[in-house]
T-cell receptor, first 110, second 113 residues
Framework: SQTIHQWPATLVQPVGSPLSLECTVE??????LYWYRQAAGRGLQLLFY??????ISSEVPQNLSASRPQDRQFILSSKKLLLSDSGFYLC?????????FGPGTRLTVT | KNQVEQSPQSLIILERKNCTLQ??????????LRWYKQDTGRGPVSLTI?????NTKSNGRYTATLDADTKQSSLHITASQLSDSASYIC????????????FGKGTTLSVSS
């Protein structure tokens, strides 16, 4: 069966510090991968998606970036965090119809 | 503009009671409508997916309906349990690609004993 992992589960970082969140998928190959952010009281916002290794598309221009160094690994990064980057970050995968979400990372920027 | 509106924003019910959550959408072209359950601090989990031709789908005590003419969907929860306390998110797809999902803000349901 397929599983999706995210880490860390929670993170508290000061403004201006770098960020690296990791997502890995097991049990499938060549999945489409997605990064979402969920701010308090708001719906999920698609940040990045990838249809293959090294292929990244950005939905929202901001100080975040994403990379896909391996087929089942998706990384969300920032060189300098802003207060507005605080939120719940979700990784998801699909290979067609159904989309499956990871457990999420709670990021608090102080 | 593609939008998904959910109501109510929050709801409190007693255990074993039924409840209905609403979702209205202005999305075109419509591909499918999904309901997700999201426990606090967790990722969303799919409850149902309905295409244009389906007007009802059940998953245990959860029953979703879809009226494609009025662009409305509802999620009915029967005999609620404490574990039903969560956020319920309506998502409409404008195509087959995962990038074509329009998310509602969710309804927060609290079930009390």
């Amino acid at each position: 069966s397929q599983t999706i992992h995210q880490w860390p589960a929670t993170l508290v970082q000061p403004v201006g510090s770098p960020l690296s969140l990791e997502c890995t998928v097991e049990g499938t190959s060549n999945p489409n991968l997605y990064w979402y952010r969920q701010a308090a009281g708001r719906g999920l916002q698609l940040l990045f998606y990838s249809v293959g290794i090294g292929q990244i598309s950005s939905e929202v221009p901001q100080n975040l970036s994403a990379s896909r160094p391996q087929d089942r690994q998706f990384i969300l990064s920032s060189k300098k965090l802003l207060l507005s980057d605080s939120g719940f970050y979700l990784c998801a995968w699909d290979r067609g119809y159904e989309q499956y979400f990871g457990p999420g990372t709670r990021l608090t920027v102080t | 503009k593609n939008q998904v509106e959910q109501s109510p924003q929050s709801l409190i019910i007693l255990e074993r009671k039924n409840c209905t959550l609403q979702c209205n959408y202005t999305v075109s072209p419509f591909s499918n409508l999904r309901w997700y359950k999201q426990d606090t601090g967790r990722g969303p989990v799919s409850l149902t997916i309905m295409t244009f031709s389906e007007n009802t789908k059940s998953n245990g005590r959860y029953t979703a309906t879809l009226d494609a003419d009025t662009k409305q969907s509802s999620l009915h929860i029967t005999a609620s349990q404490l574990s039903d306390s969560a956020s319920y998110i309506c998502v409409v797809s404008v195509g087959q690609a995962g990038t074509a999902l329009i998310f509602g803000k969710g309804t927060t349901l609290s079930v009390s004993s």
